[in-house]
Each structure stands twice: as structure tokens, then as C-alpha cells.
């Protein structure tokens, strides 16, 4: 038996999901729901970053219903260790976002900050 390799032939296809997967398909999340909570620091070593809503990658997960389960869920898990969560209408001005399943589908990142 030989390894087996990969060829990566549509890199830019690639670059265009990944990006779609970081801003929402229109590049806005505006409208969808995201957890509010007392600010809590990044819990990387020598990361200066303190969030005020739930986030991933530094990014604020988004959910498109308001009664979305999982967004239930992680606002429940919130509240057992004390972030005073409160679900609230996603605005862009927040900061950067990302779709929890598209968070989800991408293996779940947990640090970093995304740059243009």
C-alpha cells in the first residue's frame, strides 16, 4: 500500500466558504439571536480579550430562531456558572459573529481572532 494524498483543486471555492462561514452568507447576522452575559475574560493564557456575549474564536455565536435549542442550552450552562445570561437580538455593532452550526460544522475553533 502507498499513503494516500489530497489535491486540493478548488482552493478558492474553499476560501469562499470559509469566509462565508465567518460573516453569514450576506456578511450579516443581523436579526438572529445571540447570549448576552457579564463580561468574562478569555480563558487563554495571555489573552487580554473579555467578552460580553458567548463567543467562539472571539467570535459571538448567532442563532437564527430565539428558541433554537442549543442557544437554550448555552444560555442554561451561562447561567449555572454565573454570567447572568439574557438572549438578545444579534447587532452588527456587537462585533463579529459566527452561526453556532457553522461553528459547530467547522469542528468548534475555541481561539483566535479572525482578521480580514
Known sequence: MEPGRLELVEQERVADLDQELWEGEDGDHSGWYCVGTDPFPCPARSCSFVAEFMTAAHLILVWEKRDDPTLL???QR???V???PRVVEYQRSFGPSASYYAWE???RPVHGVRRP
Request: net charge positive; glycine share 16%; aromatic share 0%.
Open 82 to 84: 454565573g454570567r447572568n
Open 78 to 80: 451561562a447561567k449555572e
Open 105 to 107: 460544522a467547522a469542528g
Open 73 to 75: 442550552h448555552h444560555a
